[in-house]
């Protein structure tokens, strides 16, 4: 089974809005510290958002007041909810984990135990 699984992924026009999960399992529970990154083509992957093991969120400058990444402890779930979709959100989303539970999870991680990714599309 792999850790972490994403769904909610799709096409949206832009304004629209699109919800995001990511179920994880294994070691991956409770507070670790996780986050969803994005990749567009032609683009390197990017931190969009991370939750650390205290509850405190970190933000990419260009989803900022638009996105809001939140976990469900009890279901180990991430979500990611997104609005004011724009078409440079347009990208494969993935979840990402710190590879331990004590370690950190930054927007500029490269080291991660990531999902298997969701495509977002964001029409004009």
């Known amino acids: 089974r792999e850790p972490l699984v994403e769904s909610g992924g799709g096409s949206v026009q832009a304004g629209g809005s699109l919800g995001l999960s990511c179920t994880a399992s294994g070691v991956i529970r409770g507070n670790y510290p996780m986050g969803w990154f994005r990749q567009a083509p032609g683009k390197e992957r990017e931190g969009v958002a991370t939750l650390d093991r205290f509850g405190e969120t970190t933000y990419a400058d260009s989803v900022k007041g638009r996105f809001t990444v939140s976990r469900d402890a009890d279901k180990n779930t991430l979500y990611l909810q997104m609005n004011s979709l724009k078409p440079e959100d347009t990208a494969e989303y993935y979840c990402?984990?710190?590879?331990?539970?004590?370690?950190?999870?930054?927007?500029?991680?490269?080291?991660?135990?990531w999902g298997q990714g969701t495509q977002v599309t964001v029409s004009s």
């Open positions: 990402a984990a710190a590879v331990c539970s004590q370690c950190s999870l930054l927007l500029t991680s490269t080291a991660a135990i």
